[in-house]
């Protein structure tokens, strides 16, 4: 067995050698080089002796593409409003752009207030209830759409002091309008209609 195996070993070597010249070396340590077109095999391989290619800096990452203009009338429309304004979706000026079940939460959180009882909904939902920072919302903030009949849904993301946040604003198609139904939170697992203002 100990024979064998320095045979192998010695073959092995003078193959590594180049003692014999044969090809089956060139396959045990790297790809052949490429014949040549005069036809001529008997040449010996070229051996590249330049120096390594000097590798090209790190380039900067690449910025994110811009962000498809924003349809008039389309969802994206209804929902880009409350991120331009800190707590608009708590402005009853705005409750027309909202329809049950969004808006009769949003009614009794008025009616709450109102009352004097207290406050029932953070005053940035919209945000995902992260901390107000309009740099960091308008370099990050991106949506999609995506609309099926008279039903659509808009997802909304940004980063916020390294954290991201991921929100769904439902709508539906009213009198040929686009109308927030329900707005939930990806990352914080909570939804509008889910809370009792009351």
Same mark, same amino acid.
């Given at each position: 067995?100990?024979?064998?195996?320095?045979?192998?070993?010695?073959?092995?070597?003078?193959?590594?050698?180049?003692?014999?010249?044969? #090809?089956? $070396?060139?396959?045990?340590?790297?790809?052949? *080089?490429?014949? @040549?077109?005069?036809?001529?095999?008997? =040449? %010996?391989? &070229?051996?590249?002796?330049?120096?390594?290619? #000097?590798? $090209?800096?790190?380039?900067?990452?690449?910025? *994110?593409?811009? @962000?498809?203009?924003?349809?008039?009338? =389309? %969802?994206? &429309?209804?929902?880009?409003?409350?991120?331009?304004?800190?707590?608009?979706?708590?402005?009853?000026?705005?409750?027309?752009?909202?329809?049950?079940?969004?808006?009769?939460?949003?009614?009794?959180?008025?009616?709450?207030?109102?009352?004097?009882?207290?406050?029932?909904?953070?005053?940035?939902?919209?945000?995902?209830?992260?901390?107000?920072?309009k740099l960091a919302i308008d370099r990050s903030l991106r949506t999609i759409e995506a609309v099926n009949g008279?039903?659509a849904k808009v997802v909304v993301a940004f980063v916020v002091e390294g954290h991201q946040h991921r929100l769904?604003?439902?709508?539906?198609?009213?009198?040929?309008?686009?109308?927030?139904?329900?707005?939930?939170?990806?990352?914080?697992?909570?939804?509008?209609?889910?809370?009792?203002?009351?």
């Amino acid at each position: 067995m100990l024979r064998r195996f320095l045979l192998a070993l010695a073959s092995l070597s003078m193959l590594a050698a180049g003692l014999n010249g044969d #090809a089956s $070396a060139q396959g045990l340590f790297g790809a052949p *080089p490429p014949k @040549a077109s005069s036809g001529d095999n008997t =040449s %010996p391989p &070229a051996v590249d002796t330049a120096p390594p290619a #000097a590798t $090209a800096p790190e380039s900067k990452p690449d910025e *994110p593409a811009p @962000a498809a203009p924003v349809l008039p009338g =389309s %969802p994206t &429309a209804v929902v880009k409003p409350f991120y331009e304004h800190l707590g608009l979706e708590l402005d009853p000026a705005q409750r027309k752009n909202f329809i049950d079940p969004a808006k009769t939460v949003l009614d009794k959180s008025d009616a709450l207030r109102a009352s004097g009882q207290g406050e029932c909904l953070d005053p940035n939902m919209a945000l995902d209830n992260a901390d107000y920072d309009k740099l960091a919302i308008d370099r990050s903030l991106r949506t999609i759409e995506a609309v099926n009949g008279d039903q659509a849904k808009v997802v909304v993301a940004f980063v916020v002091e390294g954290h991201q946040h991921r929100l769904e604003w439902k709508l539906k198609k009213v009198g040929g309008g686009w109308k927030v139904s329900d707005l939930l939170s990806v990352t914080g697992e909570w939804a509008l209609s889910q809370y009792q203002c009351e």
